[in-house]
């Protein structure tokens, strides 16, 4: 290998270390852990959840070559439900309710929302050809795209609390 390769290798390893500090930016603090770590896990649980239902032979082969056990869909479901309703909990969305009630509501509102999640993916792998790469690509771009999108919702009806129906 020549100089000029391991410069590169070293300046790209540590452009990949930056962003891998900037991702995890919060100190670990009790809050953070809660409100920070545990959501972000659930998001990543949800996008394996994804490829577990639509391409379930890979993540088996991947999970059994990693050691785990081979169907990991329950575990992936309830630390997705877990991780998201962290994330919904902590939000303005529910902030005039007694803890509890948020607890409950954040945690019925996830649960459907994964369950919904994972009935769409079933039923859309059943229309989609037995490719592979195509199944996890799609996989992990709806699931991505729906975490996405239903963040910029929450944001958007946080920024509406205390506005009338109509009115801007």
């Not at 990693?66 to 902590?90: E, P, R």
């Not at 303005?92 to 948020?102: E, M, N, P, S, Y």
């Not at 795209?145 to 129906?165: A, V």
Request: aromatic content about 10%; some cysteine.
């Amino acid at each position: 290998m020549s100089q000029v390769n391991i410069e590169r290798i070293k300046s790209e390893a540590r452009k990949r270390l930056e962003n891998l500090q900037k991702f995890l930016e919060k100190p670990i603090t009790r809050e953070n852990l809660y409100f920070h770590y545990i959501p972000l896990g659930g998001c990543i649980s949800y996008s394996l959840l994804a490829v577990n239902v639509m391409n379930p032979g890979f993540s088996y082969r991947l999970h059994t070559l990693l050691g785990l056990n081979g169907d990991l869909s329950t575990s992936y479901a309830v630390l997705s439900t877990l991780g998201l309703s962290l994330h919904l909990y902590n939000r303005q969305t529910f902030a005039g309710k007694h803890l509890q009630v948020r607890g409950g509501i954040s945690i019925y509102h996830t649960g459907l929302f994964v369950l919904g999640s994972i009935l769409g993916w079933a039923m859309a792998t059943r229309f989609l050809p037995n490719f592979s790469v195509l199944k996890t690509g799609l996989a992990l771009a709806s699931s991505i795209s729906m975490l996405k999108q239903t963040h910029n919702t929450l944001e958007y009806l946080d920024g509406r609390m205390g506005n009338t129906l109509g009115r801007k």
